[in-house]
């Protein structure tokens, strides 16, 4: 036999449910958020990689210039290799 729930219980069950949805959105947005903050510094970050380069590496040790992709490619290198 199936006990009835009580309107307490039906309640609680309800707002549950609701705090369950508003925490699903919570994450949604905050990874959204992380998103539209991540992409646009990777490209700052490229950027910056390839004028310090251009800047530096030319000069030091007689290496190439490089394009804003190489920086790109050097960040994303170095975050391989250097990262925990």
Excluded: H
């Excluded at 705090?19 to 949604?28: C, I, S």
């Excluded at 950027?47 to 804003?68: E, G, Q, R």
């Amino acid at each position: 036999m199936r006990k009835e729930k009580t309107p307490d219980e039906l309640i609680s069950g309800v707002l549950k449910g609701s705090m369950e949805k508003k925490m699903k959105m919570d994450k949604v947005k905050g990874s959204l958020a992380a998103l539209i903050m991540i992409v646009p510094l990777a490209f700052l970050f490229g950027l910056f990689i390839k004028l310090l380069w251009n800047w530096l590496m030319p000069v030091l040790f007689s290496l190439p210039t490089v394009t804003y992709w190489q920086g790109v490619g050097i960040f994303i290198l170095g975050r391989f290799l250097f990262s925990k």
